[in-house]
T-cell receptor
Framework: KAGVTQTPRYLIKTRGQQVTLSCSPI?????VSWYQQTPGQGLQFLFEYFSETQRNKGNFPGRFSGRQFSNSRSEMNVSTLELGDSALYLC?????????????FGPGTRLTVL | AQSVTQLDSQVPVFEEAPVELRCNYS??????LFWYVQYPNQGLQLLLK????STLVKGINGFEAEFNKSQTSFHLRKPSVHISDTAEYFC???????????WGLGTSLAVNP
C-alpha cells in the first residue's frame, strides 16, 4: 500500500498570503489528523477529521482551518500568514477513530513564511 | 491536562553501546503511550506503543520500552545501537477518551562510530 502523501513538500509564502496544503491518506483509512512541528514548540495537534467531519480541534486560531472530502483526502488552509506559521506541517492517517489505531505519518510540508 | 517530558534533548552514544531515552508523562486518567522516530527530512514512524497488558513492549529495529505506572514513565531502550539509529525520537501520549496525541519535545540520538 502506498503511504500517506502530502503536497507540496516545500512552500514559500509571504506574510498576509494564504496557503492550502493537501494530504492523501493510506487507502482505506478514514481518519486524518494534522500537526504543526516547530523547533520551539515541538509537535502540536491542529485538528482531526473522520468521515468528512471535524472530530477534534487543537488550540490554534481560526486562521487555521481544514476539511475532508468523501474520498478521505484532506486539506488544511492557513489564511493571513504570519512569520510564526513557518513550520513543518504533518498529516497522519489511521483506519478509524479508535484510540488504539496507529497513526501513520506523511513526510510533511515545510512552509516558510517570509 | 496531560503533558510529556523527554528528559534529554540530546543523547550522544557510540556504536554498539546500549542507550536509554527517557520519557515521563503526566495524566490523571488512563493513557496509551507511543514512541515515534523521525529520520532527517522524513515523517514520523511508529516504533512501539503501549495499550495495555505486559508493561514491557517490543518494537521495530530492536527497540523496547517499559511502562511504569507508579513512576509515570515510558523509557525507550536498545541494547546495541547502530549508526542508522541516528534520528529524532518522540514520546507521545493519548489520554482518556481523547485521540489526539500530546508530544514530548523530542530526543536527538547521535550514534558515533
Amino acid at each position: 500500500k502506498a503511504g500517506v502523501t502530502q503536497t507540496p513538500r516545500y512552500l514559500i509564502k509571504t506574510r498576509g498570503q494564504q496557503v492550502t496544503l493537501s494530504c492523501s491518506p493510506i487507502s482505506g483509512h478514514r481518519s486524518v489528523s494534522w500537526y504543526q512541528q516547530t523547533p520551539g514548540q515541538g509537535l502540536q495537534f491542529l485538528f482531526e477529521y473522520f468521515s468528512e467531519t471535524q472530530r477534534n480541534k487543537g488550540n490554534f486560531p481560526g486562521r487555521f482551518s481544514g476539511r475532508q472530502f468523501s474520498n478521505s483526502r484532506s486539506e488544511m488552509n492557513v489564511s493571513t500568514l504570519e512569520l510564526g506559521d513557518s513550520a513543518l506541517y504533518l498529516c497522519a492517517s489511521s483506519p478509524g477513530q479508535f484510540r488504539t489505531d496507529t497513526q501513520y505519518f506523511g513526510p510533511g510540508t515545510r512552509l516558510t513564511v517570509l | 491536562a496531560q503533558s510529556v517530558t523527554q528528559l534529554d534533548s540530546q543523547v550522544p552514544v557510540f556504536e554498539e553501546a546500549p542507550v536509554e531515552l527517557r520519557c515521563n508523562y503526566s495524566s490523571s486518567v488512563s493513557v496509551y503511550l507511543f514512541w515515534y522516530v523521525q529520520y532527517p527530512n522524513q515523517g514520523l514512524q511508529l516504533l512501539l506503543k503501549y495499550l495495555s497488558g505486559s508493561t514491557l513492549v517490543k518494537g521495530i529495529n530492536g527497540f523496547e520500552a517499559e511502562f511504569n505506572k507508579s513512576q509515570t514513565s515510558f523509557h525507550l531502550r536498545k541494547p546495541s545501537v547502530h549508526i542508522s539509529d541516528t534520528a529524532e525520537y518522540f514520546c507521545a501520549v493519548s489520554a482518556g477518551n481523547n485521540r489526539k496525541l500530546i508530544w514530548g519535545l523530542g530526543t536527538s540520538l547521535a550514534v558515533n562510530p
